[in-house]
């Protein structure tokens, strides 16, 4: 089993900026893409970004530009600046792997969640 724990979320004005960070742990296990989801309250969850474990990069059109998604792979990790935050912004951030046991299926892995509020 993969376990991701994120970290970083808060309460912050509109054009101010955020860092989430996500550490993915356990035994004999590789990682291959990393990235962030949101869901907004009474919204489906949605992609925000992602890396690839060779570091290219996707973003979702409302937050290109102000977000950037990075990683350490050697701590497993994945993180997500957030710059000129907008009151839409607001939900709760996912993070999300997919990584595999030894050599078993590529598997997906979510973490619990944290929340970013910004305030108007």
């Known amino acids: 089993q993969v376990q991701l724990v994120e970290s970083g979320g808060g309460l912050v004005q509109a054009g101010g900026s955020l860092r989430l960070s996500c550490a993915a742990s356990g035994s004999g296990f590789s990682v291959n893409y990393m990235g962030w989801y949101r869901q907004a309250p009474g919204k489906q969850r949605e992609l925000v970004a992602t890396i690839t474990n060779g570091g290219t990069t996707t973003y979702a059109y409302p937050v290109k530009d102000r977000f950037t998604v990075s990683r350490d792979n050697a701590k497993n990790t994945v993180y997500l600046q957030m710059n000129s935050l907008k009151p839409e912004d607001t939900a709760v951030y996912y993070c999300?792997?997919?990584?595999?046991?030894?050599?078993?299926?590529?598997?997906?892995?979510w973490g619990q969640g944290t929340q970013v509020t910004v305030s108007s």
């Open positions: 999300n792997a997919v990584a595999r046991i030894l050599v078993g299926p590529w598997t997906t892995y």
